[in-house]
């Protein structure tokens, strides 16, 4: 398993390889989507190159660390955990069955690409919201470009794995929503992603037959305390399922990520009232952990100006 960061040094953006809170970085100044490019036998091999003849290796303590995609193509987030769903139709008051279609059918919105924040970095209250929300996610990577893929192809064109915060501001998502075209402007004002990409090969050990996906832990904290506990293995489709669906009639690339929709209990707007009372304020620490991905860590800041 190789854990892929992207981190800035000394002004500029370098990819490397984590191991043991060092990052080992490879020779060629490229970006992480360039590597993945070339299929996971490029990215092992320079995953290898990397770790026997670095061009550097920093302490990860030393570095600022971006989003392993800084700038992904696309970003597209499906809604694949079906408690989250009926925990938010049931605090909305439309109750917890579910329409027929939420089982058959992978569905997702697109998200915006052009406000993604690093594992580490300040996010800032959404203009014009007072209910900021966190949503506890993993996301996957593709590596490989293609169009209607099946569900075993699209499986195969994953390269990596990392944890993803949808953040929303349920004000703004809730006048949307009358509308029926998706959420835009609740949740166009960040996306935070990291640490790392995880390759696959070690994640899926952790998967029983017939799970959709590992049997894997997913918590979030708010300011230390505990909100959100979930499994991976809860989802009710694969990410090879979701990643098949997104590329019907459309032609996934490299570095497009696909987020799984959030865990069951992994937002406030499902959990508020029994933890922390309200939703997010400046002044917040937001820590999202999954099992083998790492944690994400993001402090809540007043929007400058």
């Not at 993604?116 to 996301?139: N, R």
């Amino acid at each position: 398993m190789a854990r892929w960061a992207t981190y800035r040094h000394q002004g500029r953006d370098r990819v490397g390889v984590v191991s043991a809170e060092a990052l080992h970085a490879i020779s060629e100044d490229v970006g992480l989507i360039d590597l993945i490019a070339r299929g996971a036998d490029g990215l092992r091999a320079a995953a290898e190159g990397a770790m026997t003849s670095p061009a550097q290796v920093v302490a990860v303590a030393d570095v600022e660390l971006r989003a392993p995609i800084p700038e992904p193509p696309s970003v597209r987030d499906s809604l694949c955990f079906l408690d989250h769903m009926r925990n938010c139709q049931q605090v909305t008051g439309a109750g917890r069955t579910l329409s027929d279609t939420w089982y058959r059918v992978p569905a997702f919105y697109f998200a915006c690409p052009a406000t993604v924040f690093g594992p580490y970095q300040d996010v800032p209250t959404a203009p014009g919201s007072a209910w900021q929300d966190f949503e506890l996610e993993i996301a996957a990577v593709v590596g490989a470009a293609g169009a209607d893929l099946s569900v075993e192809q699209a499986q195969k064109a994953i390269v990596g794995y990392t944890i993803f915060n949808d953040w929303s501001a349920r004000d703004l998502q809730r006048d949307e929503t009358v509308v029926r075209l998706g959420p835009a402007k609740g949740k166009d004002f960040a996306s935070s992603i990291g640490p790392w990409l995880v390759t696959p090969d070690e994640l899926m050990t952790a998967r029983a037959p017939g799970a959709t996906g590992p049997d894997l832990a997913m918590t979030a904290e708010v300011n230390g305390h505990e909100t959100s506990r979930g499994r991976w293995s809860d989802a009710r489709f694969s990410f090879g399922a979701m990643v098949a669906r997104a590329s019907a009639d459309a032609r996934l690339r490299p570095g497009d990520l696909l987020g799984s929709g959030t865990v069951g209990t992994g937002c406030l707007l499902e959990v508020r009232d029994s933890t922390i009372g309200r939703y997010l304020e400046p002044g917040d620490e937001v820590v999202l952990r999954i099992e083998r991905l790492g944690a994400l860590r993001t402090p809540i800041v007043t929007r400058p100006g």
